[in-house]
């Protein structure tokens, strides 16, 4: 996907807009990007997870960094969560952001952060940024309102070095859940009950990997799943040669849907 698109604001009768800006695994599999949904509405401009080729795979599809206020994370790894040193000093530098960014995640977001974005960019981060910067921790089980969001995490099974959350989200009258990575975990129908949309991941076909859910078991617990929509993300290359055949929405870099 290289074609540059207008990026256009969701209508009215199109209250919230949903934009995978990488569907991809940690690894590129498929030449996808890693890990970012842009959610766009009346009410808010977010997105869920930020990867390392975020920030360019934005710039492809017309998402204007400087219009998002708020990015919601999954869970502290590389892939989810590393493009954020890059959207920090593109905001600091030469975008010239002055609109208040807020950043929420599991406990430790903040410490991880700084020692993400001193790593790459030494000396780079800042106690004030150019733009008003709030770095929230988001507490499980509990409705956290932040930037107009309310958001619900619901902690998963995904070791990263902080608790990995699947989020439940509510926006424009519009419930979204998002898996993060995790394997099979009863929480994954709280996150999803109900829900206009749930963004889930499917790494494998069938072969177990650790901490990862594979499409047979999700679609043996889709049942206890009662989203409206399920979308499958974050697939493996082996997962990618399959699904195609498979009767189930999955996420491709650059596919809109609207809510
Ligand atoms: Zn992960």
């Known amino acids: 996907m290289t074609e540059s698109r207008e990026y256009v604001r969701p209508t009215v009768e199109s209250p919230v807009r949903v934009t995978f800006v990488g569907s991809g695994d940690a690894f590129g599999s498929g030449g996808r990007g890693q890990a970012c949904v842009h959610v766009a ?11 390392p080729s975020a920030l360019p795979a934005m710039r492809r599809l017309g998402v204007d ?3 998002v ?7 502290l790894h590389g892939d989810h969560f590393g493009g954020l040193p890059f959207l920090l000093l ?13 950043i929420a995640g599991p406990a430790s977001t903040a410490e991880r952060l700084q020692q993400a974005t001193e790593v790459l960019f030494p000396g780079a981060w800042r106690e004030h940024w150019r733009f008003p910067l709030e770095i929230v921790e988001l507490e499980p089980e509990r409705r956290n309102e932040v930037a107009r969001v309310t958001v619900t995490p619901y ?6 070095g902080a ?3 699947a989020l439940r989200i509510e926006v424009g009258g519009r419930v979204l859940a998002f898996s993060g990575d995790t394997e099979w975990t ?5 996150a999803a009950d109900g829900a206009d949309l749930l963004v889930v991941e499917s790494y494998t076909f069938d072969r177990p990997v650790p901490y990862h859910l594979d499409y047979r078991t999700l679609i043996r617990h889709a049942p206890d799943l009662r989203a409206k929509r399920l979308v499958l993300t974050h697939m493996s290359a082996e997962m990618l040669d399959r699904v195609a055949g498979l009767d189930c929405e999955y996420a491709e870099d650059g596919k809109q849907l609207e809510l």
């Open 186 to 190: 009863p929480v994954l129908s709280s």
């Open 163 to 165: 608790p990995p959350l």
């Open 69 to 75: 206020e708020l990015v919601l994370l999954s869970h």
């Open 90 to 102: 593109d905001a600091q530098l030469p975008s010239r952001r002055t609109r208040p960014l807020t």
């Open 41 to 51: 509405g009346a009410q808010a401009s977010f997105l869920v997870d930020c990867g």
């Open 155 to 160: 902690v998963v099974s995904h070791p990263s």
């Open 65 to 67: 960094p400087n219009d």
